[in-house]
């Protein structure tokens, strides 16, 4: 099958792999039907996961069609066409129970914080991702949900990752009636956030980045201020000026380490500021919200990235919440928010680009080319 083959750092390209096969008896094989890249991907594709190893495959957003199901699977047959959620979880240990599933036990339990994901290194398990034409999915009873007869594949496969990780984000926020919620990061995690904001009531919604066509974007799509940290000197002072020198009710983090970094890089050119600079969206989000304030962190952290100003979240007094996020949990709601016609999540997506040019497809979303906002990769047949 034809399959995103990892050969290094910034070196993906579409080649051909055996077609994988039923492994244990509650597995399932799934011929993909649509698969996205997510600015996680990026992570990966810079080199910056460890034991990312050459040869596999990415890919944890992704719908498709069971093909074959093992013996033991009961709820899943040949010819259903279901979204798969990015976490592999078991659905009955303690953390599953407490449906926080992406911290699942029973995957992956030498890992000490996530459990699997779907194509995300060894550091989540080594499972192959869904970039290809056909992916296993383990505990195939758990995660996969059939997709509504009436739902469009661009917003089932957005079902799959980001539209939850950016609710889940303003959900940690505790969102109030009437609170002003600032995002930093207008990639598809931050406008699922700001979507999400008003849905749980916010008064005020104000975006940031640096990408100018992403800066409108999400002045349409969410109907939000928005801010080019590129015009500030002072990203704190300017929030506590927007909001008469209170700072914001909750501050999302939807950038992550490695794309501020990398913003930086492209701006300052050095690598050594790409480090210093790379919490940025995380310090700028504890120094812009209020007292008392909630810092709600989706943006993922890796291990040469975690410089974080605990001394003033601590004299602030803030509450600090983080995950990776437990899809399963929102899809009951997410798909009534879609089906009711209140979030049409495939507007976000800007290329739908062959599985065979999955090299391009990379290099455009990573250097954000063609405003690219989301890349859905489509297998062949
Ligand atoms: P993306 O790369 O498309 O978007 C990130 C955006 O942040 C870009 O538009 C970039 O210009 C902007 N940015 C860079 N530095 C910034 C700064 N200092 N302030 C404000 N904006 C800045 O990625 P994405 O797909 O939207 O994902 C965003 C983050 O969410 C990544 O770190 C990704 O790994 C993470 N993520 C987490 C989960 C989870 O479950 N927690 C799930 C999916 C993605
Ligand atoms: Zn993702």
New binding site residues.
């Given amino acids: 099958m034809l399959a995103m083959n990892y050969r290094g750092p910034y070196r993906v390209r579409a080649s051909h792999k055996a077609e994988p096969e039923i492994e244990h008896p509650n597995d399932a094989i799934v011929r993909v039907t649509r698969a996205c890249i997510?600015?996680?991907d990026?992570?990966l594709y810079h080199g910056l996961v460890p034991d990312t190893r050459v040869g596999t495959t990415f890919g944890h957003e992704f719908t498709g069609i069971v093909e074959e199901v093992g013996p033991g699977v009961q709820h899943l047959k040949k010819g259903d066409h279901v979204l798969v959620p990015?976490n592999i979880f078991c659905g009955s240990c303690f953390f599953c129970q407490k449906e926080l599933y992406?911290n699942c036990h029973n995957v992956n339990p030498e890992a000490t914080a996530v459990g699997g994901i779907y194509g995300y290194s060894h550091t989540t398990g080594g499972y192959d991702g869904g970039q290809a034409e056909f992916v296993r999915v383990p505990m195939a009873d758990v995660g996969p949900t059939v997709i509504p007869a009436n739902m469009d594949l661009d917003d089932a496969v957005l079902l799959t990752?980001?539209f939850p990780?950016g609710y889940?984000?303003a959900e940690m926020g505790d969102i109030e009636e009437g609170d002003t919620v600032v995002v930093?990061?207008?990639?598809?995690?931050?406008?699922f956030a700001a979507k999400s904001a008003w849905l749980m009531g916010a008064g005020r919604v104000i975006v940031?980045?640096?990408?100018e066509y992403?800066l409108d974007f999400a002045r349409r799509f969410a109907h939000c201020e928005t801010v080019n940290?590129l015009e500030v000197n002072d990203m704190a002072v300017h929030i506590k000026r927007m909001t008469d020198w209170l700072g914001a009710d909750v501050c999302i983090d939807?950038?992550?380490?490695?794309?501020?970094g990398?913003?930086?890089q492209r701006l300052t050119g050095y690598y050594t500021f790409m480090q210093a600079?790379a919490a940025?969206?995380l310090f700028?989000a504890i120094n812009s919200v209020r007292k008392g304030g909630t810092v709600s962190i989706?943006?993922?952290?890796g291990p040469t990235f975690n410089y974080v100003p605990i001394g003033n979240a601590l004299n602030k007094g803030l509450t600090l919440r983080?995950?990776?996020?437990s899809v399963k949990r929102h899809l009951p709601r997410l798909i009534e928010h879609v089906q009711a016609g209140r979030v049409k999540p495939s507007e976000i997506i800007t290329h739908r680009i062959p599985l065979e040019e999955v090299g391009e497809a990379y290099h455009l979303?990573s250097s954000?080319l063609d405003d690219c906002?989301?890349p859905v990769l489509v297998p062949p047949r």
């Avoid at 940031?208 to 990408?211: G, M, V």
């Avoid at 939807?254 to 501020?260: D, K, L, S, T």
């Avoid at 983080?322 to 996020?325: S, T």
């Fill in positions: 997510c600015g996680s990026l992570h990015f992406s990752d980001v990780t889940q984000a930093f990061g207008a990639g598809p995690v931050g406008l940031i980045d640096h990408l992403r940290f939807a950038v992550g380490a490695e794309a501020a990398n913003a930086l600079g940025t969206a700028w989706v943006g993922v952290y983080m995950n990776q996020a979303f954000k906002i989301k």
